[in-house]
Structure formats: C-alpha cells, structure tokens
C-alpha cells in the first residue's frame, strides 16, 4: 500500500496534523509519512506528548514507526490490525491527557470490541481541553457511536509537574472488525440515519453547567468557590439555571481550572444523535485573581452563545474526524485554523469530502468525490 505524504507544517502547523493523521492511520490502514513536524514552533519537532502519541497509537494497533524521537521532524507510521483490551501511558510529562486522547479516539471508537486507555499526565493544562470539557462537550457528540464510553479522571494533574491520572472506556457500536473492509464499514455509518452529524441551529438555552475544580492547597483561599461565583455573576444575564459545583483535588502541582457548558433544548429531545451543548474553560496561574479566571470563562462562553452556533470554536476542529466518516453538517462559530488543517489531513485519508463555507461558518462532509481503495 502507498505511503500517504503529509506535510507537518500546512497551516498552522501544530501537532493536531499528528494526532489526526495517527488515527485515520490506525482505523484505515493506511501508512503515512509526515515531515516538517511543528517545522516554524519556536521547539521544532516532536515533543514527549507528540511522541507518546505515536507509541500510543503504535501499540493500539501493533504498528510500527520509523523517526519517533524527541526533536524529530519526520515521522514514517505503519499500522497494522488494531487491537482490544487495556492500554497504559505515561506521557512522563505534564503533556495534556486530552490531546493524548484525540490521537485515538477514532481508533477506538470504530475499531474493535472494547477498550480501556488509562493515561498519567496533565488532566488541565494550557493549550488543551480540560477534561471536564472533554468529558460534557465532546463525548455527548460520540455518544451515539457507542454501547458505551465514559471518562473518570483518578487525579488531577496541572502543569507543571503532571501526574494526572484519567481513564476513558469505550465499547463501539459498528466495530471495523465486524466488516470485510474499511469501505464497507464507511457505507453502513452512511447509511445509517442516526450516525449523521448535523448541528446547525442553536435551539433554546436550557441552562448552563459547571465544574470549579481547584487543588486541596488552595481549599483555604476558596479558590474553587471564588471561581464559581464569578462565572455565575457574569452569566446571571441569561435568566436560565446555572449550575456550577466546587470542589478540590488531589494534585502534585497547585492549579485550577473551571469549564462551563450551555445546553440547549435540543440536546434534551435528542441526546444520542445531536447535543447541543457550547463549551468554554478557564484555567488559573499564579498572579491570576480566581475570580478573573472564572469571569474569563464565563464571558467566554457568552461569547459562544451570541454566535448563535450550535457548536463552539473549540469543538470544531474535534468533530471533523467524525464528520468526515459519517457525513452532515455543521455551523461553527469560528472556522480555525485548527480546523483548516484537521481537513487538509483527513483528506489526505480518505479524499475530498469537505465542502467549507467560510461566510456562513458551516462545514459540511459529503460522500467521497474520488473513494480511495482501501
């Protein structure tokens, strides 16, 4: 089979080319090449979450790699037949679980019987979804792929010594395994009416939700409460119910974090197929007032919700991969570059099948132009 050339530096050129292109990798089959890895980063290359991406999805589906090493900006990758069971890792960093996470949700969503990934690394930290968020916004969305799949984080790590510990189990819906090839397996989640992704209408705002977690050092200073009683004052206009918990964790580093999430009439008529539920975070620092960081969030969120689009700038670039399989549409509120890129690699899997509406901000995936034999 051919090996798929991907340049690691298209766009904006972060590690989410990586991470998307290791999952359609597994799922299809297909081995894949990728250079000028984060090639204009200030730390071109990889980095030990990028790299424990790779084994991480290596192991999932017995592959092999070629290049995986810390600083490398190439990286040969042939997956072989996915595998299930119980995965561990260890970032050995405070790299974020999440991000780990996306690397395989398409694999394991789709690829075999049942799965438990246990991950230690950064459960909150910068430049990633929270886990609360990846847990009430995400997940919802790929409910609908499965029997079941849950995410329970054991310990909250925070940058910037790491040590979270979290575990997502999943048992898929329309396992690859049960197909005789991966087209196959394309034509019944296309045909198939309640595997469509189609958020494109906002619906009416039924309440907002929350998590305000902070670590046990910072329980004297009321952190978590300090947080959650901001984001609900700013959010107070919206005249809905806003429900936002406090509480502390168990950490090696100090942190917070708050996530907030808006749900919509449409996500309580039909929650399987397609929540709608806006997401937004916040996480503290040192010098940062807690009551900024949950007004931050807060106003955040406002934000997402005066888009009046059913899915958030964040959650995006998250469902594309998903998109691409199934079909539909969705209207963002901020086309990302996140998302130029996330397209750009999946097409390099599976062929055309986006079409992008930047005025209107609406993505939509349609049934391969040219299909590639897979």
Not at 36 to 43: D, F, L, W, Y
Not at 80 to 102: C, N, P
Not at 311 to 333: E, N, W, Y
Request: hydrophobic share 40%; net charge positive.
């Amino acid at each position: 089979m051919l090996m798929i050339p991907i340049d690691g530096s298209y766009h904006e050129g972060g590690g989410s080319i990586l991470r998307t292109a290791l999952g359609f990798s597994a799922l299809t089959g297909q081995p894949f090449e990728i250079t000028g890895i984060r090639k204009n980063r200030p730390k071109p290359g990889l980095r030990y979450q990028h790299l424990s991406c790779v084994k991480a999805v290596g192991e999932l589906c017995n592959g092999s790699f070629e290049g995986a090493e810390v600083s490398s900006t190439s990286v040969k990758f042939y997956p072989r037949e996915i595998k299930s069971g119980t995965l561990s890792v260890d970032i050995g960093t405070a790299g974020s679980i999440t991000l780990l996470l996306q690397s395989l949700l398409l694999p394991v969503v789709f690829g075999g019987k049942k799965f438990r990934i246990k991950v230690t690394g950064g459960s909150d930290v910068p430049f990633s979804p929270p886990s609360d968020y990846f847990a009430n916004v995400l997940l919802p969305q790929l409910r609908k792929f499965c029997d079941s799949i849950d995410y329970n984080v054991v310990r909250r790590g925070f940058i910037h010594e790491g040590g979270g510990k979290a575990e997502l189990a999943v048992k898929p819906k329309f396992p690859l395994s049960n197909y005789g090839s991966f087209n196959e397996f394309l034509k019944e989640l296309r045909n198939n009416a309640a595997t469509k992704i189609n958020l494109t209408s906002q619906g009416k705002l039924l309440q907002i939700k929350g998590a305000s977690i902070a670590s046990n050092d910072l329980q004297k200073a009321e952190v978590a409460e300090r947080q959650a009683k901001a984001a609900r004052m700013a959010l107070a206009k919206l005249n809905v119910p806003v429900n936002i918990s406090s509480s502390y964790a168990e950490s090696l580093s100090t942190g917070s974090v708050i996530t907030l999430w808006a749900v919509f009439s449409e996500a309580e008529e039909t929650s399987e197929v397609n929540p709608i539920i806006l997401g937004s975070s916040s996480l503290g620092e040192r010098g940062k007032r807690a009551e900024d960081v949950g007004k931050e969030a807060a106003l955040q969120l406002l934000q997402e919700i005066n888009s009046k689009a059913p899915v958030d700038r964040h959650l995006a670039d998250q469902l594309l991969p998903f998109l691409a399989l199934t079909t539909g549409s969705i209207k963002v509120s901020e086309i990302t570059p996140h998302c130029l890129t996330n397209i750009y690699t999946i097409e390099k899997f599976l062929g055309k099948c986006f079409e992008v509406d930047e005025g209107n901000k609406v993505m939509k995936a349609i049934a391969i132009l040219k299909p590639k034999n897979i």
